[in-house]
């Protein structure tokens, strides 16, 4: 599940990062960020690296 989780989080960071400089989609963007940021500290609390 760890791997899943991260690979998660870098699909949601990428796609954020699209969003945000390619489209004004609004707060659904913020939404995938703050995601991908939880997915990450869970992992890191979890006792994984995180990237």
Known sequence: MGNL???????LIIVW????IGYNAGGIIHILLVIAIIAVILRVIQGRKPL
């Open 5 to 11: 989780l991260y690979a998660f989080a870098v699909i």
């Open 17 to 20: 990062a699209i969003g945000f």
